[in-house]
DNA sequence: TTACTCAAAAATGTATACAAAAATAATAAT
DNA sequence: ATTATTATTTTTGTATACATTTTTGAGTAA
């Protein structure tokens, strides 16, 4: 994966850019046209562009052709409502194995979180930063990849709507409430946290999309 | 995706393959190999295999090369908690829509699941069928895509034991159960009565699966 | 004997070239 | 004028060929 940084490095900046709009939304991408774009041949574009459909990132546009993905409510409240099941219960995996050497890392990442000079981007990966050090000391590879491909999903969404500044406000605050959880092996109130916590940014999100979709 | 006969049918067949242990486990697949073995170039065999990569059939071995998942009792397990909790949370949705005609189709996947005389890929694919029917009319088509990539996942396990038998008559108990309490509206009862039926499989074949590693 | 280096091999990644399929444009018929 | 049909063009799918990387083995030194 890391390994081959010619397609990986394309991987990256192709969802970068569609991230940051730079590409025609609702709107066949072309594989000669990306290719000439990238300045790569068609393999490696028809390559990332799979991954990326996996991925969920780009859709099947008609009989020939993909197209980025449409972001709608109904599909960020599908990728909250999961993760609302599924993260508390990777963290019940988690919590037996928590050291303090991952509590004291999970802290440190908040204390960066802090920092009121993020970007967007910045903000969004120390959060996932943060999630995922916690879950993955649950050692459940599976149920740890199905959370990371949803976290995947849902970063299109993030840096979309400018609730960004109050979200990090009363995020913050649940973050330090989800690790005071933690640390004292209150299994049942972390997860409780966690899945409000989940809840609150979707509210958010999907009453903002919905809109943002009705004029 | 069915309008491709060529890679589609490379797709189906390679995985039918990887069920009936056609390919050799716990070894590095060579795309040279596959593809003189199906009679095509590397770039179909590339593109099926990242697919395949991608729907947890196959593994990165090391850093070139992909290598058929092995089946592990952790997997299983992680698989069927997921489903545990998906499952039963898309049937909310899907309640209120479901019409006479659905349930009528569904009582005929039932009916044609009691014929003793299927092949036990006949059985998966007839049980995930009545699952599926139920599941669509919830119109949540991105819960619904990520419990189809479970399942798909999960069908490597189906068959790998013989337990499919006693399986089968406790799990269409389960079945018409289920289809009643979704007739008489009653969702709490029929989410419960779905989670029992998901965990009682998956505690066969976890126990099966642990039991095949000790020795 | 063991470990290390370097060279040969094999396998993957990528580019170019060609074939098949799809989309589009243009023409003909009603 | 509108629709249907065909021809053209565009786009994707696949094969072949080449470059790069990885693996493997032999050979040498400790």
Redesign the pocket.
């Known amino acids: 994966m890391q390994?081959?940084p010619?397609?990986q490095s394309?991987y990256e900046q192709l969802k970068q850019d569609i991230r940051d709009n730079k590409l025609p939304v609702a709107m066949?991408?072309?594989?000669?046209?990306l290719?000439a774009q990238y300045?790569?041949?068609?393999?490696?574009?028809?390559?990332v562009l799979q991954k990326l459909k996996n991925e969920g990132w780009l859709v099947q546009s008609?009989?020939?052709?993909?197209m980025i993905a449409s972001l709608s409510a109904q599909e960020a409240e599908d990728l909250s409502l999961m993760r609302q099941y599924l993260e508390p219960l990777i963290l019940a995996y988690a919590l037996p194995n928590l050291t303090n050497n991952i509590l004291g890392h999970a802290e440190d990442l908040l204390v960066a979180l802090d920092n009121k000079h993020l970007s967007v981007t910045e903000c969004g990966e120390l959060n996932w930063q943060f999630h995922a050090c916690l879950y993955q000391a649950a050692n459940r590879p599976t149920l740890f990849n199905t959370i990371v491909s949803l976290h995947q999903q849902c970063s299109r969404y993030i840096g979309f709507h400018n609730t960004q500044l109050n979200y990090n406000s009363t995020s913050q605050g649940e973050h330090y409430q989800l690790l005071d959880a933690l640390k004292n092996k209150q299994l049942e109130l972390a997860q409780s946290i966690l899945k409000q916590h989940i809840a609150q940014a979707s509210c958010q999100l999907v009453s903002y999309l919905q809109a943002e979709n009705k004029p």
Chains 1, 2 share one sequence.
């Open positions: 390994d081959k010619m397609a394309l066949a991408l072309k594989q000669e046209e290719a300045g790569v041949s068609r393999i490696p574009i028809r390559d008609g009989k020939c052709g993909v």
